[in-house]
DNA sequence: TTGACAAATGCAACTCTGTTGCATTAACTT
DNA sequence: AAGTTAATGCAACAGAGTTGCATTTGTCAA
């Protein structure tokens, strides 16, 4: 942990930890009740030195998980918000270098989530 | 063209055909001097009827693009924030493959963009 | 152990995206 | 040309995320 040991850092790891989904700000902040501007900027922190990342489902909110093995990718049912964690690297690996072949881009990061309806909801 | 043939409605076709890379709506509003709520009752009819589709590149705000041979894949640069697009199909079509299988999900749509910088920033 | 310094936190005010209810305008029908 | 109703504008609002500044708290040196 980068900076100070603080009550708040280690309950937003805590919080974080507990979740097996990704977790909103809003959603931080009734839990631990802690402002707000401090979630965003811990979270930020957290980002920065890798052990959090941000996920987007793209309703409006940015959502984050631990990610102490790196960078995870997601199907998020449409009905119930159930989200599934994927194993998909070796073939993201391959997209990514035709990305890269195609565009002649430095790639930094990517967004890849798949929307649908788990079986429970179908 | 879905309900009435308007002049808001084929001015913002117009602007989204005539622009190389997606629009936000306060561009769409800046560049057609029509009010936002406007356009985004029109975008979400023309996303409805399939001839146009958001894209998020998670920077806190939707943009929109013609997609009259469905929908496309970007790399987006970071520094520039050119937009280029990837043609990736068949290789996505072999993960949402992959995906089902291993989330037992039926998918509707997917979120997939790369960032990272073009050639003339690098 | 205490005191000082700097980091962390809270708070209020703000910006921006996107939404809603309602009044007005304009496109289509006959 | 007139009536119907979709389309539009406007104002007010909700929620995510940011910023400046005052206050609190963790850390470290004496």
Redesign the pocket.
Known sequence: M????????RA?LAALNSSNIPM???ELVKKL??????????L??FIEEGSISEV?FSD???RYELTPDGHHHHAVCMDCKAVVELEIEPIIKKLEQNVIKQSGFMLRKHQIEFFGVCRDCA
Chains 1, 2 share one sequence.
């Open positions: 980068t900076g100070r040991n603080t009550k708040t850092k937003l909103s700000v809003s009740h802690v402002n707000k501007t401090t979630i965003y900027r811990e930020a922190s987007d409006g909110q940015k």
